[in-house]
């Protein structure tokens, strides 16, 4: 039982943190924190396309932003898409 009690207190966790994300982008629509944040929490949850879509709007914004394209390199290989995994590895090992 116990850990179904910590599964639903990060459940609840990750709930509040999309909440301040979505927050935070209704009054700046281009926070790239938030919407790397998103991005991280929607990847949690298993919301893979989803964390994709806000982590292409943070390589829109900010292409240089820390993290990112190793974070989308593991989401594309999740998803399947082989070829965009490596294009995202190798920005990620250029930068």
């Known amino acids: 039982m116990e850990s179904a009690d910590r599964r639903q207190e990060v459940l609840l966790l990750i709930s509040k943190r999309l909440k301040e994300c979505e927050d935070a982008l209704r009054t700046d629509p281009q926070d790239v924190d938030a919407l790397f944040t998103r991005g991280v929490f929607l990847a949690r949850i298993g919301e893979y396309w989803r964390s994709l879509?806000?982590?292409?709007?943070?390589?829109?914004?900010?292409?240089?932003?820390?993290?990112?394209?190793?974070?989308?390199?593991?989401?594309?290989?999740?998803?399947?898409?082989?070829?965009?995994?490596?294009?995202?590895?190798?920005?990620?090992?250029?930068?």
């Open 53 to 95: 879509e806000c982590l292409n709007q943070v390589t829109e914004i900010n292409a240089g932003y820390p993290g990112v394209w190793h974070l989308k390199s593991s989401l594309y290989a999740r998803v399947g898409d082989q070829g965009a995994a490596r294009q995202c590895r190798e920005r990620a090992q250029a930068e």
